[in-house]
């Protein structure tokens, strides 16, 4: 929503500093939301050159110093640094270029379109990330327009890959440009600000995350006719296999941070949802309010556990043809102490 675009900036600049027009500040936001919305980064495979092309231009025209590095040509990262006095370490301010893949067919509007229509940005990459990315990027254009005072540099890197290949993005710059993005805080996708009847209630910043990892589940079986069903059919093993795992209830783990974001809902939440969040704590009482979240608040289940989602099937080279075998991809998300090569044995 057009409203929403000012905090980043409202957060980046000083009261002390000159009031900016932010009806063209806002306007302004919104052109290069919509123009990287527009510019298809889909990973694989990728293309985030064209992004660094447009964040190239519009840094430059802001006298903005930066410097575009990859490791694959078509593949581009850029780092920009505002300076600062040095009495602090640098504050790296972080978006990814890429998205995942898009099923065309699916969307009312167009996934490169940027459409607007009722308040709301309409395409691919509007949540994940290119947000974080143009609230970046107008960050540092606010700041140095203001001249505002800085304590610290302030990096800005706009990294590809993030979504299925992060070789030529975070990987490339740790090994390669670590000096240029060395920072005491980095700033990334992971929070934001939860509004209900669109008025801001609380923020949230994410202090930790989940190993993504991905399980292969593959069932076999003899082939044969499919005149002639068998109690064998590999198909049939997979799907019974990925009924189970998706109706299992995982232990709930919870760690510093999860403990005290659910601690904090129940005093900024109304009676009934505090009452939930409580619940949480109660072993007597946890299955209903995990299984009122897993339908009502998806986001809040999955913080309570290790999460498996089974996201990709694979059998079958005929329709009459039962196959000798068919797969699953399981996209597992555990939580940060979970002993992963324990987990699967």
């Not at 064209?50 to 850029?78: F, H, Q, S, W």
Request: aromatic letters at 6%.
């Amino acid at each position: 929503m057009r409203n929403l675009l000012l905090l980043p900036f409202l957060i980046a600049l000083p009261m002390a500093a000159q009031t900016p027009d932010w009806s063209k500040v806002n306007d302004e936001a919104m052109r290069h939301f919509q123009a990287l919305v527009r510019i298809d980064s889909t990973d694989p495979p990728g293309n985030e050159t064209r992004v660094v092309d447009y964040l190239k231009k519009v840094l430059n025209a802001e006298g903005i110093p930066n410097t575009v590095v990859a490791k694959d040509p078509a593949r581009a990262n850029i780092i920009a640094r505002l300076k600062g006095n040095g009495s602090k370490r640098p504050l790296m301010i972080v978006g990814h270029s890429d998205t995942v893949r898009v099923d065309v067919s699916k969307w009312t509007f167009p996934p490169f379109s940027a459409a607007i229509d009722g308040g709301y940005v309409y395409g691919r990459g509007t949540r994940d990330d290119k947000s974080d990315l143009f609230a970046a990027l107008m960050t540092m254009v606010m700041l140095k327009r203001s001249g505002t005072p800085l304590d610290r540099d302030v990096i800005f890197v706009s990294e590809a890959g993030e979504e299925a290949s992060t070789g030529p993005g975070i990987e490339y710059l740790i090994a390669e440009h670590w000096s240029e993005i060395d920072a005491e805080i980095c700033l990334a996708e992971g929070g934001g600000v939860r509004r209900q009847n669109g008025q801001p209630v609380y923020s949230v910043v994410q202090t930790t995350e989940k190993q993504p990892r991905s399980m292969l589940l593959i069932s076999r079986g003899p082939s044969g006719h499919g005149s002639v069903p068998l109690r064998t059919n590999a198909v049939v093993h997979l799907a019974n296999a990925v009924s189970r795992i998706a109706a299992w209830e995982p232990p709930t783990r919870l760690n510093d941070t999860t403990r005290t974001y659910f601690e904090k809902l129940t005093n900024l939440s109304k009676a009934e949802d505090a009452a939930r969040y409580r619940a949480l704590f109660d072993a007597t009482k946890s299955a209903a309010a995990r299984e009122y979240l897993a339908v009502n608040s998806p986001i809040e289940y999955s913080m309570l556990h290790t999460s498996i989602s089974p996201n990709m099937t694979q059998a079958g080279l005929q329709v009459n043809v039962i196959p000798s075998e068919a797969q699953a991809t399981l996209d597992v998300r555990a939580v940060p102490d979970e002993d992963m090569p324990a987990s699967w044995r």
